[in-house]
Every structure is written in C-alpha cells, then in structure tokens.
C-alpha cells in the first residue's frame, strides 16, 4: 500500500489552514503532519516531522514566504505549492516563486471563501509529491549553462510557426527553451497553463530577460511576425491560431474547457494543425495531465515535426508521456537539448 503524502500547511490565517484542511479531509492519501502560522514554526516542523510538500503562504510576518522559499530550495528541498493571491502582486510573487524552485501556485481567493476555496489544491499536492525534484535543478544550471545568442545561429529549416504547450515545471522549461532561440526565429504561440493575471507577470518577466525575443500575451486578431512570442492569456478563453491572406493571426476564443484546460494547449495545436500543417514545428513540455497530447497528434498527421519533453528532465511527467504513448512526439529530447534539436531539425 502506498505511504500517505505527509503535507505541511504553513499560513498565518487560522481560517485558511482550517479551509485548507477541510479540502483535503476527501483524500485519504493525504496526512496533514502539522500546521505553523509563520516560517520560524514551520522551520521546526519540518525538522521534526519531515513532510513530503509544503504548502507556502506569501504574506506572512517576520519572514515572506519567498525568502522563506529561498532557504528551503537552499537548505532542504521539498516540493513547495505556493498559495498565492489571485491578484496583480500575487501573481507578480508567485511567478517569482515558480522561478525560485515551488512546485506550482495555487491562486488564494480574495474574498470569497467557503468549503471549495481550495478545491484542486490537494491534487496539486499529491502531484508534487511525485514529482521530479531533480528536474528543476537541471533546468537552472540549462540556463546557467545557455548557448549565447549570435549570428552563427539560425534555424536549417524555416518553419513557418512553432507551437509550445506546457503545465506544471512550465515556467523554467519555457524559459530555457525561449533563451536558445535567436531574434530571426518563426512566430512563436505559447499555451501554459496558468491562472488570469499570472501569464501577463509571466510574459512581461521573459520580454525583459530575452531580449532578442518579442514575448507578450497573445491578443485578439494580432498578425505574426518572426521573432514573436505570444502566451495565451490565463482565463476564460482559448487562444488559437488562423491564416489569413498569407498571414498567422491569433484568435481568442470564448469555449468550454478542454480537458479541463482554459486555455487548452489542444486548442491551441489543433489550430495550428490546421493552419500551418507541415510548415509548424509543435512542441510538448512539462506537465500533468494530458492536455496537448492529442493537438500534437493532430500536428503530426498535417505533417509538422513534433518534440516532445523527455521523463528525465520533465517536472511532471503527464502531459509529454502520453503525446510519447500515442506517436505524436517525433523526437524526444531532455529539456537542455530542445532548442537546439528544433533548429537542427530538416525537412522530412
């Protein structure tokens, strides 16, 4: 029988570590080992308890949660879920947070609070535990370790567009991708999965460390040029791609979910399937969940390449597995390897 996860719930709120205890009393695989309402009793907790997760507040006193973060990716790494409020600060924090070593974020509600505030943290929590610690190491010495940009690089084949989906461990490994590709590259349409607010703090973050880039959120009806980045913006709509005219332009379109997704990275590479077909060059990274694997599969029979995400160098992983499971990744490549593997990649 599988061990319990043991979950350490550190928040200064008595009444969110009570909510975050009621969401968690459904899942007998989860224990609650103890709950501290600052890092200096967290600290002593961890020591004796030895948690599998924790589960971070940002605003505390005495010490925040980032500088508290900071000292356990030092001193004891253990899968951290951030608990971040959904607002322009939160999310500012908690791509910090993402980019420091947390396992993921989940976005605190302002206001209303009730039984399903903290619905999905426990599966959250439950994924961390089986994450990948290693990966994320591996993806910060990538960037450490990142090709310069120079005239020397360039792709051998001129895809028309790349496509790129990822989940959980998405912030470092977009990142590292993005930072081996040069300022002439094809218009690039990125689908994370992350909360409304989140992306915009994510794109504008990337924009400034990748220069040669031009990376922002994606907007409605917007023609694509080489050397564009553009995120789907988190929220309630999809965002996909259409050719018109002999130009790529983003559509943002108001849909259910997929697969739980809103946006979906299937959405989002179906779309590109249809418009650039062997042209497009798909692009399947880190995360739970399959969302993405069957866009990618679609991609592939149009006759675009396809890469996806090895299990090595995946935080979690879901959502390359199964486009691996299905054939719809052609090659499959470590998180360090991927930029360079796309631009080497030559015509079928």
């Given amino acids: 029988m599988e061990q319990p996860v043991k979950v350490l719930v550190v928040d200064d709120s008595r009444t969110i570590r009570a909510l975050i205890r009621r969401s968690f009393e459904k899942y007998p695989q989860i224990v609650i080992c ?21 589960t971070l507040d940002v605003e505390m006193p005495g010490m925040n949660g980032l500088q508290f973060l900071e000292k356990i990716m030092r001193l004891r790494p253990i899968p951290v879920v951030m608990v971040s409020a959904l607002t322009a600060r939160g999310a500012e924090t908690a ?51 990142a090709v310069p940009h120079g005239p020397e ?23 590292q991708v993005l930072s081996g590709f040069p300022r002439q590259s094809p218009p690039i349409v990125i689908c994370q999965h992350m909360p409304a607010l989140f992306t915009a703090s994510f794109a504008n973050r990337l924009d400034l460390k990748l220069a040669p880039l031009s990376i922002a959120e994606g907007k409605d009806g917007e023609v694509l040029s080489p050397g564009d980045v553009r995120i789907a913006p988190g929220g309630e709509r999809h965002m996909v791609v259409e050719r018109r005219d002999g130009h790529y332009m983003t559509r943002l ?18 779309s590109v399937a249809e418009a650039a077909g062997r042209e497009a060059l798909g692009i399947i990274l880190t995360g739970m969940g399959q969302d993405g694997a069957e866009g990618l599969l679609a991609m592939r029979r149009a006759g675009a390449q396809t890469i996806a995400q090895d299990k090595a160098s995946s935080v979690v992983y879901g959502m390359p597995r199964v486009a691996a499971e299905i054939g719809a990744a052609e090659h499959i490549v470590p998180l360090n390897q991927i930029a360079t593997a796309a631009m080497a990649i030559r015509a079928h």
């Fill in 34 to 54: 103890g709950e501290a309402a600052n890092p200096i009793e967290a600290r002593d907790l961890i020591i004796k308890d030895q948690p599998d997760v924790i």
């Fill in 95 to 145: 791509i910090t947070a993402l980019q420091m070593g947390a396992f993921d974020c989940f976005p605190k509600p302002v206001s209303v609070m009730g039984a399903d505030a903290f619905a999905g943290l426990a599966r959250l929590v439950i994924q961390a535990a089986h994450s990948c610690p290693g990966a994320r190491a591996d993806a910060t010495q990538g960037l450490q370790a």
């Fill in 153 to 175: 690089r360039a792709w051998v084949r001129a895809f028309d567009l790349v496509a790129i989906g990822s989940s959980t461990g998405g912030v470092e490994a977009l990142e």
């Fill in 253 to 270: 379109l108001s849909a259910p979910p997929v697969n739980g997704h809103c946006p979906s990275v299937d959405m989002l590479f179906d």
